[in-house]
């Protein structure tokens, strides 16, 4: 398929604030690679502009179970009707984010659009740990949603057994809607003239193992006279976090930053000596990939596609868990590493090869390909 010879429609569940870095990059892949690309989706940061068409599909915020079902069946029947709407324009459909959306799937499927489900995280792992009522049925949904769509597009072939996926394998494509502004995201100071501050910076989610690296701190501080620790994001978990930040004042080396704008990121991680990630749950993480890029190496727990770019002792660290004791021991291992800065650098070169936009691109391309 040559460039621009679709008309490409992009459904998602993302609203504002979640998944704004992933869906931009995907509407700028998808529009290079499209005629015209037509999104339907809850109140993004979205515009209408060039050859992208924004549909806004309302999506209520509700509490309780009956409201938060009626509120989701309500979006799905604006979804759809705005998707049959548009049917005899769009040439393939591409899911990201919706995962749940089985009468948006079923309807492009009865107009015979070719579709693929892109699949942004592992939903049933998460269910787990969040109390939102709806996740376990989309589960359910993703399953039915899998089986009807014609291709299934994922980070990396090790998520095939880790998300369950071996029914699907002959339809499935390996790609990513990861890519990095270089000139934004770089080493700014050598890591040898950093001081020994450690942290995390993301979403404050049961999922992503933060309260475990808190209680993993004092142990680091036991052993390392000079580390310091920087927690920054923001999230259901915030009044947690802040609550055990504060109990350990005032001799404790730990420090809250709250929430950090996108802008402000790359000199809070061009500050840190090591980035950790403690997630029980991952896709691709972008803040990972964000520090790799300015030099900071990554300690992250072998979940998601990590371990296809961390390579322990090569591109960054792995811990075997997400215990605070395994935490601990190999935050001072890493520490102690005697080539750290090499990691360090190693780390970024690969980001700087792998995770441009070009690259990324030829990943969608070969989807689109695959599509017609």
């Given at each position: 398929?040559?460039?621009?010879?679709?008309?490409?429609?992009?459904?998602?569940?993302?609203?504002?604030?979640?998944?704004?870095?992933?869906?931009?990059?995907?509407?700028?892949?998808?529009?290079?690679?499209?005629?015209?690309?037509?999104?339907?989706?809850?109140?993004?940061?979205?515009?209408?502009?060039?050859?992208?068409?924004?549909?806004?599909?309302?999506?209520?915020?509700?509490?309780?179970?009956f409201a938060q079902v009626v509120n989701q069946a309500g979006f799905q029947l604006r979804m759809s009707y705005r998707l049959a709407r548009l049917s005899s324009k769009v040439d393939l459909w591409i899911f990201?984010?919706?995962?749940?959306?089985?009468?948006?799937?079923?309807?492009?499927?009865?107009?015979?659009?070719?579709?693929?489900?892109?699949?942004?995280?592992?939903?049933?792992?998460?269910?787990?740990?969040?109390?939102?009522?709806?996740?376990?049925?989309?589960?359910?949904?993703?399953?039915?949603?899998?089986?009807?769509?014609?291709?299934?597009?994922?980070?990396?072939?090790?998520?095939?057994?880790?998300?369950?996926?071996?029914?699907?394998?002959?339809?499935?494509?390996?790609?990513?809607?990861?890519?990095?502004?270089?000139?934004?995201?770089?080493?700014?100071?050598?890591?040898?003239?950093?001081?020994?501050?450690?942290?995390?910076?993301?979403?404050?989610?049961?999922?992503?193992?933060?309260?475990?690296?808190?209680?993993?701190?004092?142990?680091?501080?036991?052993?390392?006279?000079?580390?310091?620790?920087?927690?920054?994001?923001?999230?259901?978990?915030?009044?947690?976090?802040?609550?055990?930040?504060?109990?350990?004042?005032?001799?404790?080396?730990?420090?809250?930053?709250?929430?950090?704008?996108?802008?402000?990121?790359?000199?809070?991680l061009n500050k840190l000596k090591l980035f950790i990630l403690p997630s029980y749950t991952e896709g691709i993480s972008n803040i990972m990939l964000e520090a790799m890029a300015c030099g900071t190496p990554v300690l992250a727990t072998p979940v998601g596609a990590i371990p296809d770019i961390i390579k322990d002792g090569k591109t960054g660290f792995?811990?075997?868990?997400?215990?605070?004791?395994?935490?601990?021991?190999?935050?001072?291992?890493?520490?102690?590493?005697?080539?750290?800065?090499?990691?360090?650098?190693?780390?970024?070169?690969?980001?700087?090869?792998?995770?441009?936009?070009?690259?990324?691109?030829?990943?969608?391309?070969?989807?689109?390909?695959?599509?017609?």
């Open positions: 398929m040559s460039e621009r010879q679709s008309n490409t429609g992009l459904i998602t569940a993302f609203g504002r604030d979640v998944g704004d870095t992933f869906l931009l990059n995907l509407v700028k892949i998808l529009s290079s690679l499209s005629r015209n690309l037509y999104v339907l989706g809850p109140n993004t940061i979205l515009r209408s502009g060039g050859n992208i068409h924004l549909y806004s599909v309302r999506s209520n915020r509700a509490e309780g179970t990201f984010g919706g995962e749940g959306l089985l009468l948006p799937m079923l309807t492009a499927k009865m107009f015979r659009g070719k579709v693929a489900l892109a699949l942004a995280g592992y939903l049933e792992k998460e269910s787990e740990f969040r109390k939102n009522v709806l996740y376990k049925p989309f589960s359910l949904l993703k399953r039915i949603n899998c089986r009807l769509a014609d291709r299934i597009v994922i980070y990396s072939q090790r998520l095939i057994e880790d998300w369950r996926l071996e029914r699907h394998k002959d339809k499935i494509l390996i790609a990513h809607e990861h890519f990095l502004d270089f000139a934004k995201f770089r080493m700014q100071r050598p890591l040898g003239q950093r001081h020994s501050l450690l942290g995390y910076i993301g979403r404050l989610d049961p999922e992503k193992g933060i309260l475990n690296l808190l209680e993993a701190i004092p142990r680091v501080l036991e052993k390392d006279d000079d580390a310091t620790f920087l927690i920054g994001g923001d999230g259901p978990l915030r009044p947690k976090v802040e609550e055990r930040l504060n109990q350990a004042k005032p001799d404790s080396r730990a420090s809250f930053a709250g929430w950090i704008p996108h802008d402000d990121m790359p000199e809070y792995i811990t075997e868990d997400n215990s605070p004791e395994c935490l601990a021991t190999n935050i001072i291992r890493a520490l102690n590493h005697p080539e750290l800065e090499q990691i360090a650098e190693n780390g970024r070169a690969l980001v700087g090869r792998e995770f441009t936009c070009d690259k990324t691109t030829d990943l969608y391309r070969n989807i689109l390909d695959r599509l017609k």
